[in-house]
């Protein structure tokens, strides 16, 4: 909750009375790799993302193609899961209000670039990832942008840095072990060029000999400095497994025809029934779904806290709220019996989770203006519901408890300036990783922060100005404080008013 500050300072005053505020700001920000200090909890451990396409979990009537997963004939294993008291659903949670990222994030692409770094960039194609169809993402990568010709005819290139945050690159910059298993990768050129046939070998899950490898379902494939990393094929999942040594964070992604993307060309027979059209390529993904959540489930990686994240990329028919995206957890840590939550989500929150759960800062890439949410709010990963409500209480590390309370002004005997010293409080339990910002919102008109490092271009309010809060080492730790000096300009001698909120994201891209 943020309060806020509304005192009168006069330039004729050197020193006014001393005035505490406090305002609050929960905003999730971790140390890599720290544990919970609270006894007795225990928190998520290693993470694997199962990626699924174009379903929704519910949609309005007459609604027929695609059929929704929700009480689907051809998915009985996934509705197993999400059925009280059905053995399948002993450790399972499920989501009956998960939405599309935004008006018009489609087609499939757009939704597992947002998976990986918060938005799509306003990129709405499938196309494989290359200059020309503007969807090469990348992080820190020099491109050249213009050049001049100087008086002696020499050349002078101009060059931009492009600082994308990403997950994948997150997770490396914090020494956090990941791994992306990509079924049919191993068929295609490189793990950028989709690949699909009719003469693979044959399939281990639906018998058939066709292959269909796609990029656009690959999330860190399409950002340039990690795509080519830690890639395997999917055969390659079962031997980690079996060995201990998957990664910490782990995207798995089926083929075409095992996502319930598209449908064998003779169909698929499911527990005696044969199914055509689209139902085949759901009953495929539902037998995959069946055949390798129990491998899984049997590792010492889940069996240790790990967690299943089954996940669909969009929804089909309309963006309103009449239509969801399933999601389905899978862990011991789950409130279990197929526990269903009506917490509003998007795939912001997963994103928003991860970032809790490895401790990494909250990516805060841009949204398109026209992308809002159904109800017109943006889809920002640092306003996000987590995906906490369904897990037992302190699964997903618990957000910082950051205060902030405000000394007196002072004002110089002579000139328009009026200086404030504001401390910022870690009052929580785990550390918070920088960076961390202090943003003035609803500053008094005609009072200027002389000091301010620019306006707020993420987090609404938008606008406010913001200063960079230095905690040691990069870390402000549980019961530590910091200090930063605020420089006002005040010509008309105003009472000085704003609302502090502290960010640890960076407000402006």
């Not at 609270?38 to 990626?51: A, N, T």
């Not at 139902?279 to 590792?299: R, T």
């Not at 009072?447 to 040691?472: D, F, H, I, K, R």
Request: hydrophobic share 35%; glycine share 8%.
């Amino acid at each position: 909750m943020n309060t806020k500050t509304n005192t009168y300072c006069s330039k004729n005053s050197l020193h006014k009375s001393m005035l505490v505020g406090a305002a609050g700001a929960l905003l999730a920000a971790q140390l890599a790799n720290a544990n919970d200090v609270r006894p007795g909890v225990q928190q998520v451990g290693d993470v694997f993302v199962i990626l699924m396409e174009n379903h929704n979990f519910t949609q309005p009537n007459p609604l027929s193609s695609p059929q929704q997963i929700f009480g689907n004939a051809a998915a009985p294993y996934i509705n197993s899961l999400i059925t009280p008291g059905n053995p399948n659903a002993a450790q399972v949670s499920y989501s009956t209000a998960y939405f599309n990222a935004g008006i018009g994030v489609h087609p499939s692409e757009p939704n597992y670039v947002w998976a990986e770094a918060g938005t799509d960039f306003g990129f709405h194609s499938d196309a494989d990832p290359n200059p020309v169809n503007g969807n090469t993402f990348y992080y820190d990568s020099s491109q050249p942008m213009s050049q001049l010709t100087g008086p002696d005819r020499s050349t002078v290139v101009f060059w931009h840095r492009n600082h994308t945050p990403h997950l994948t690159r997150e997770l490396n910059e914090a020494g956090i072990p990941w791994k992306n298993y990509q079924e049919d990768v191993q068929l295609s050129l490189s793990p950028t060029n989709s690949a699909s046939g009719t003469n693979g070998p044959v399939n281990a899950y639906n018998g058939s000999t066709q292959y269909n490898y796609a990029v656009k379902h690959n999330p860190a494939g399409l950002f340039g400095d990690t795509a080519l990393e830690n890639v395997y094929p999917l055969a390659q999942l079962f031997s980690d497994l079996n060995n201990n040594t998957v990664g910490r964070f782990n995207w798995i992604t089926p083929d075409q025809y095992n996502d319930a993307h598209s449908s064998l060309n003779a169909g698929f027979t499911y527990q005696g029934v044969h199914y055509t059209g689209d139902q085949s390529a759901v009953a495929a993904a539902d037998n995959f779904l069946s055949m390798v959540l129990p491998q899984i489930m049997a590792s010492k990686a889940y069996q240790d806290n790990g967690v299943i994240v089954i996940w669909w990329d969009e929804t089909e028919g309309a963006d309103t709220g009449g239509y969801t995206v399933p999601e389905i957890i899978i862990s011991p840590l789950a409130k279990g019996n197929a526990y269903a939550s009506s917490v509003s989500l998007t795939h912001s929150s997963d994103l928003n989770t991860w970032d809790e759960v490895f401790g990494l800062p909250l990516v805060n890439n841009p949204i398109a203006a026209n992308e809002t949410n159904f109800d017109g709010t943006f889809n920002n990963v640092a306003t996000a519901n987590d995906l906490s409500d369904m897990f037992v209480p302190g699964a997903i590390p618990s957000s910082a408890n950051l205060s902030v309370s405000e000394g007196g002004f002072i004002a110089e005997s002579t000139g328009n300036y009026v200086h404030q010293t504001v401390r910022i409080t870690n009052n929580g339990n785990r550390p918070v990783v920088g960076p961390i910002f202090l943003a003035l919102d609803d500053l008094t008109a005609g009072v200027t922060l002389a000091n301010s490092e620019g306006g707020t271009q993420v987090l609404a309010p938008l606008g406010s100005p913001y200063v960079s809060v230095s905690a040691g080492e990069g870390v402000l730790l549980p019961n530590q404080s910091t200090i930063v000096n605020l420089q006002f300009v005040d010509p008309a001698a105003a009472a000085i008013s704003y609302t502090p909120r502290v960010l640890n994201v960076t407000p402006a891209p």
